[in-house]
């Protein structure tokens, strides 16, 4: 059955991919954001090459510097580009004022900023760990601009 204003909502927020959140108890988000903020893998590789996750734009220059030694390994580049845009999303949410963490119908988790535009940091964040574009940076610097 082709229901119209179903498949709009599909084109529009799909699948979750890579990340689902449901929160039913935590109307602040603060629980959610501090889950989204750990980025566990991520950590451990950046600290392994020296860069400290401190939740600051040098922090996402640091990070796009560093030598791509995941992409030989799919499993572990899908897990970082998770982890990637989560955390550039946590930044945006700390850095930029008015962003804020915005959970799609599907679970998916986007980032919100005033001007009511939604980044899709985890999509992002698995393009910049397969390929290394766009940079984590550049997408905080043009949210900041927004």
């Known amino acids: 059955m082709d229901i119209p204003l179903f498949g709009m909502w599909r084109k529009r927020h799909g699948t979750a991919r890579g990340v689902a959140v449901f929160s039913g108890g ?9 889950l989204l903020g750990e980025c ?10 020296g860069v400290e996750l401190d939740g600051s734009e040098e922090s996402l220059t640091a990070l796009d510097q560093i030598v791509p030694s995941w992409r030989d390994d799919p499993d ?9 845009g989560l955390y550039l999303g946590t930044v945006i949410v700390e850095t930029v004022p008015g962003a804020d963490w915005q959970v799609w119908p599907n679970g998916h988790p986007v980032v919100r900023l ?14 910049w760990a397969e390929s290394g574009s766009p940079e984590l940076s550049q997408v ?7």
Request: zero cysteines; charged letters at 30%.
């Open 140 to 146: 905080l610097a043009e949210a900041s601009e927004d």
């Open 26 to 34: 935590d109307p602040e988000g603060t629980a959610v954001a501090e």
């Open 76 to 84: 572990v580049m899908s897990w970082l580009g998770n982890d990637a």
């Open 40 to 49: 566990e893998l991520l950590r451990v590789r950046a600290s392994h090459s």
């Open 114 to 127: 005033v001007s009511g535009r939604e980044i899709d940091t985890v999509e992002l964040g698995h393009a």
